[in-house]
Structures are given as structure tokens and as C-alpha cells.
């Protein structure tokens, strides 16, 4: 059986974006950063996205800037199956990703009954906390940047 395990950077007073959607101007990643997100990719049998964290995602790995900037990770995160929660897109250019139009929680319970590595969510607060008010993540990893929003 599966787990889903939510993975968010926050700062210190509980901000994971900037005061736009999808502002993470202010995320610091460094080699000790780096060095962690290969090694979940690496634990991780697919990722997870809600529709605003996944067209980020979208927008950012498959361009020239992050293979040449992180390309390890960048080739991970291309490559690795992805699911799309919405309602409101009908299809993912996004290598590997499928789109889920149903009822999030029932669609995660029948992908937690799979065998496999773990369901890895990425942000997604909306579906994150959709997850968590059913219960259905399983592990939190938050990283703190050490930086306050004010």
C-alpha cells in the first residue's frame, strides 16, 4: 500500500507563497536543498499536484533554465509519473502527467491501495488540506527557510 506523503517549504511564521499565487521568489535552495529533493524523488513512485502548483511545476521543469540549473532533479521531476487534481483543466502537457477529474479524496484512497513507491504532493494547499481534513496524508515533511514574511 501506498503512502502520500506532502512535502511544502514554509517560512518560520507559516507562509508557504508570497502574496501572489505561485510567488516562491523567496524559497532559498542551496546543495543541502538540492541533495534533499533527489533523494525524495528517488523514494517517490509518482507525484501529486492541485491544479496552481502543477501548472507552476509545469511552467518551470521541463525549461531550458532548469535543466541546466538543476538538471538532476529537473530530469526526475519530468520523468516521473504525475497526476493533476482539477476540474477545470482537460488536459496536462506536462511529460508523464495525467489529469484526475473526479472526487480527490475517493480517486487518492484507490492510488493509496496501489503497490508502489509513495505518492509524493508537492504544495497544493488546497489539496493538501482537502487530504488532511480526510486524512489521507500519511507523512508531513515541512522545510522552514529562515526568512519571515511581513
Do not use: C
Request: glycine share 6%; aromatic share 12%; no cysteine.
Amino acid at each position: 500500500m501506498r503512502r502520500v506523503i506532502m512535502f511544502n517549504l514554509i517560512t518560520l511564521d507559516g507562509y508557504f507563497e508570497g502574496t501572489n499565487k505561485w510567488d516562491i521568489a523567496w524559497h532559498q535552495v542551496d546543495d543541502e536543498f538540492n541533495q534533499y529533493a533527489i533523494e525524495q524523488l528517488n523514494q517517490a513512485g509518482r507525484l501529486i499536484f492541485g491544479r496552481v502548483t502543477y501548472q507552476g511545476m509545469a511552467d518551470y521543469w521541463p525549461s531550458p533554465a532548469a535543466i541546466k540549473n538543476d538538471p538532476i532533479v529537473a530530469n526526475k521531476m519530468n520523468s516521473l509519473p504525475k497526476y493533476v487534481f482539477s476540474r477545470t483543466i482537460d488536459k496536462a502537457d506536462w511529460n508523464n502527467t495525467q489529469v484526475i477529474k473526479g472526487d480527490a479524496v475517493r480517486e487518492v484512497k484507490k492510488l493509496k491501495q496501489e503497490d508502489g513507491k509513495d505518492l509524493l504532493l508537492f504544495g497544493s494547499a488546497n489539496l493538501s488540506a482537502t487530504f488532511t481534513k480526510n486524512g489521507l496524508i500519511d507523512e508531513y515533511r515541512l522545510m522552514m527557510n529562515p526568512i519571515v514574511n511581513i
